[in-house]
T-cell receptor
Framework: EDQVTQSPEALRLQEGESSSLNCSYTVSGLRGLFWYRQDPGKGPEFLFTLYSAGEEKEKERLKATLTKKESFLHITAPKPEDSATYLCAVDNAGGTSYGKLTFGQGTILTVHP | DGGITQSPKYLFRKEGQNVTLSCEQNLNHDAMYWYRQDPGQGLRLIYYSQIVNDFQKGDIAEGYSVSREKKESFPLTVTSAQKNPTAFYLC???????????FGDGTRLSIL
C-alpha cells in the first residue's frame, strides 16, 4: 500500500528564517510527486511536480527536491504570506487507478513577522 | 478564466437526507475527482471519472454516488447511508495523468 508521511506536522518560523519540510513516501513505482499549498477554507494550489530522483524545481522562495525515498520543500527567507498548509502527494506508476494520488497529512507552516 | 467551480460553499444536511455537491470545470479536462478532507488527515479519494459516462470507486466510496453525464460536470451525492458526512469536500480535474490535478475551493458539509 502506498504511504506518504509529512514532517513536521506544524512548523513555526520567524520571517527570514529558512527551513525545510519533509515528505517521505513508499510506493512500488513513482510516476510523480506533487507539492501543493492550501490556505484555510480553500482548495489546494499546485506548486511543483517532480518525476525522478535528483530532480529539483524552484519558484520564488520555494525549492523542491526529490530522492528515491523522500522529497524536501525548502523555504528560503520566508515571509508571513508563505503561511499555509503544504501538502505532498504521490502517483503510483503501478496503480490501476488513473491519476489516483496518495496524500500526506500536510505540514502547517506559520511565519511570524 | 478557466477553473473549477464548486457549489455551494457551505451545506447542511439533516438526518436521513441526501445532498448533492456541484462541481463544474471549464478547463476541458477529461478526468475529474472527488476527495474528502478531514482535520489532520490527508485528502482521501471518493470517486473518479476518466471519461463521460464512466466512473470508478476510490478508497472511501461507501455512502456516496456520482454521475458524469457531461465532460464539464461531476456532481457528488452524499447519501443518508454515509453516517459521518461532516468534512471538507474537494473536486479536482486533470488533462492527463502526468499533469497536476487542479482543485476547486471546496464545499464544507455539516450535520444539522
Amino acid at each position: 500500500e502506498d504511504q506518504v508521511t509529512q514532517s513536521p506536522e506544524a512548523l513555526r518560523l520567524q520571517e527570514g528564517e529558512s527551513s525545510s519540510l519533509n515528505c517521505s513516501y513508499t510506493v512500488s513505482g513513482l510516476r510523480g510527486l506533487f507539492w501543493y499549498r492550501q490556505d484555510p477554507g480553500k482548495g489546494p494550489e499546485f506548486l511543483f511536480t517532480l518525476y525522478s530522483a535528483g530532480e529539483e524545481k524552484e519558484k520564488e522562495r520555494l525549492k523542491a527536491t526529490l530522492t528515491k525515498k523522500e522529497s524536501f520543500l525548502h523555504i528560503t527567507a520566508p515571509k508571513p504570506e508563505d503561511s499555509a498548509t503544504y501538502l505532498c502527494a504521490v502517483d503510483n506508476a503501478g496503480g490501476t487507478s488513473y491519476g489516483k494520488l496518495t496524500f500526506g497529512q500536510g505540514t502547517i507552516l506559520t511565519v511570524h513577522p | 478564466d478557466g477553473g473549477i467551480t464548486q457549489s455551494p460553499k457551505y451545506l447542511f444536511r439533516k438526518e436521513g437526507q441526501n445532498v448533492t455537491l456541484s462541481c463544474e470545470q471549464n478547463l476541458n479536462h477529461d478526468a475529474m475527482y472527488w476527495y474528502r478532507q478531514d482535520p489532520g488527515q490527508g485528502l482521501r479519494l471518493i470517486y473518479y471519472s476518466q471519461i463521460v459516462n464512466d466512473f470508478q470507486k476510490g478508497d472511501i466510496a461507501e455512502g456516496y454516488s456520482v454521475s458524469r453525464e457531461k465532460k464539464e460536470s461531476f456532481p457528488l451525492t452524499v447519501t443518508s447511508a454515509q453516517k459521518n458526512p461532516t468534512a471538507f469536500y474537494l473536486c479536482a480535474s486533470t488533462r492527463a495523468r502526468t499533469q497536476p490535478q487542479h482543485f476547486g475551493d471546496g464545499t464544507r458539509l455539516s450535520i444539522l
